[in-house]
């Protein structure tokens, strides 16, 4: 397809658990977005690359989270020891490139999410 | 830091009522801004967007400017229909996107 994609779209996994999301972006985007969304509120920013480095991960809540983007496409977000607080849809969001500078237009096309619950 | 605050919902409207959905923010330098809408069940949409000040950003009938003077870039639709109803975030960007919080908008027939 021509969108961004995400995988699993669900995913229920128990306390203390590994997990993986994996995001597909939109072929030819070099600038890729980490979201995490809790009921009811605005997405909350976790990470971003441009190409296959982080360029900013200011957004991950602690060290249990990590994400890699080997080839500058697909993304891995993983978060280990998971715990309740946890649970969430993660969001994927990619879009075309960045400025680099100060000023940034360029839209972001987001992905379904993943449903993550941990029991 | 960058901030944007958006009206809390839910909102509720009849039928061809006209919507306004307010937004402001708070932000150094002159950010680009945007309106994303989730329908129910859906992934986030770019709605609307507007990259400088006095631009007006429109699309499925929708319509916001970008207000410098008033740090705001309020959401209108003159006439809205049941499937409209949606959670609808404001969000500008200057290095990464920052988000309020949403609105939720509910049309009756």
């Known amino acids: 397809g021509a969108g961004v994609s995400q995988t699993p779209s669900n995913k229920v996994t128990e306390k203390g658990k590994y997990v993986e999301l994996r995001c597909d972006p939109i072929s030819g985007h070099t600038a890729l977005y980490w979201y995490r969304q809790s009921l009811g509120q605005g997405p909350e920013f976790l990470i971003y690359f441009q190409g296959t480095g982080a360029a900013d991960d200011s957004g991950l809540p602690n060290d249990r989270f990590f994400a890699v983007r080997p080839e500058g496409s697909v993304s891995t977000l993983k978060i280990q020891r998971t715990e309740r607080g946890d649970s969430a849809v993660y969001l994927c969001a990619s879009s075309l490139r960045t400025s680099g500078g100060t000023k940034n237009t360029d839209t972001q096309y987001f992905g379904p999410g993943t449903r993550l619950t941990v029991l | 830091g960058d901030s944007v605050t958006q009206m809390e919902g839910p909102v509720t409207l009849s039928e061809e009522a006209f919507l306004t959905i307010n937004c402001t923010y708070t932000?150094?330098?002159?950010?680009?801004l945007f309106w994303y809408v989730q329908y129910p069940g859906e992934g986030l949409q770019l709605l609307l967007k507007a990259t400088k000040a006095d631009d007006k950003g429109s699309n499925k009938g929708f319509e916001a400017t970008y207000r410098k003077e008033t740090t705001s870039f309020h959401l209108e639709k003159g006439s809205v229909q049941v499937s409209d109803s949606a959670v609808y975030f404001c969000?500008?960007?200057?290095?990464?996107?920052?988000w309020g919080a949403g609105t939720k908008l509910i049309i009756k027939p």
């Open positions: 932000a150094t330098g002159y950010p680009s």
């Open positions: 969000a500008l960007i200057g290095y990464q996107l920052i």
